[in-house]
């Protein structure tokens, strides 16, 4: 994918090496999505720009959710685990009038969804999320750098916020809930445990699920016991549940 450069990471920790960035387009502007080359890189980009892993295109009720988000004056993404950013400027390359709340906790990470971000209307958090806020330690298991796990640990230095109380600060500055996809390695355990008000706010929740990944510990169990009971249906393709809200009538 080109030659390696290299710029300066914006938490000053060193240099980032990067290779000849992504080009896509956002409505007429012509925009550049930078990555280090990394097969995990090169994959998250592919899923979200070759396979549209989020789009509605994939569902029967794809026409209805369109027509949704036509209807809502200020809509709210939220992108727990956005890793470099490649979701980030697919949901905004597709929902341009959204507002993206994005959540990343690993340095690296963090400093290329910098730099993919800037100028879009997102809100960027250098942080894990789950029910309560905390801290917690990064876990690297060897699946490349879109694998990081996080574990609690009160003397880490990676902070877990609340996605409740980020989610009811945006609804509070008048934004409607429309999105909320969450890909974070497990963390899906502790996110769907307490505090989960926030999901019947979400006509569309995408979620991939790590029981694949983490066996025998049962990472998706909260999540299942969270929607079981709601009016929603469960559609799985590839990787992620699309979990939508049934309206009533």
């Given at each position: 994918m080109g030659m390696i450069?290299?710029?300066?990471?914006?938490?000053?920790?060193?240099?980032?090496?990067?290779?000849?960035?992504?080009?896509?387009?956002?409505?007429?502007?012509?925009?550049?999505?930078?990555?280090r080359g990394t097969p995990?890189?090169?994959?998250?980009?592919?899923?979200?720009?070759?396979?549209e892993d989020y789009s509605f295109s994939h569902l029967k009720r794809g026409a209805e959710l369109t027509e949704m988000y036509d209807a809502i004056d200020r809509p709210l993404i939220i992108d727990a685990g956005a890793n470099i950013g490649a979701s980030v400027c697919w949901f905004q390359k597709n929902f341009p009038r959204a507002h993206?709340?994005?959540?990343?906790?690993?340095?690296h990470n963090f400093e290329l969804l910098h730099l993919n971000a800037s100028d879009l209307n997102v809100d960027l958090h250098h942080s894990a999320v789950g029910a309560t806020e905390g801290r917690v330690a990064l876990i690297d298991p060897g699946q490349g750098e879109w694998g990081y796990?996080?574990?609690?640990?009160?003397?880490?230095?990676?902070?877990?916020?609340?996605?409740?109380?980020?989610?009811?600060?945006?609804?509070a500055d008048g934004l409607v809930p429309f999105i909320a996809k969450?890909?974070?390695?497990?963390?899906?355990?502790?996110?769907?445990?307490?505090?989960?008000?926030?999901?019947?706010?979400?006509?569309?929740?995408i979620i991939e699920l790590h029981d694949w990944l983490l066996p025998k510990q049962g990472t998706s169990r909260n999540f299942l016991r969270c929607i079981a009971n709601r009016?929603?249906?469960?559609?799985?393709?590839?990787?992620?549940?699309?979990?939508?809200?049934?309206?009533s009538h």
């Open positions: 450069t290299n710029i300066k990471r914006f938490t000053g920790i060193g240099e980032l090496r990067i290779v000849n960035p992504f080009a896509f387009r956002i409505g007429h502007d012509r925009r550049m999505l930078h990555h995990a890189d090169k994959n998250v980009i592919r899923q979200m720009f070759q396979y993206i709340v994005a959540f990343e906790p690993e340095d796990q996080t574990r609690d640990d009160k003397t880490a230095n990676v902070k877990r916020e609340s996605l409740a109380r980020v989610i009811g600060s945006k609804i969450i890909d974070i390695e497990g963390g899906e355990e502790d996110l769907f445990s307490a505090n989960t008000d926030w999901v019947d706010q979400f006509p569309v929740i009016n929603r249906d469960f559609v799985h393709i590839g990787e992620n549940i699309f979990s939508i809200q049934i309206l």
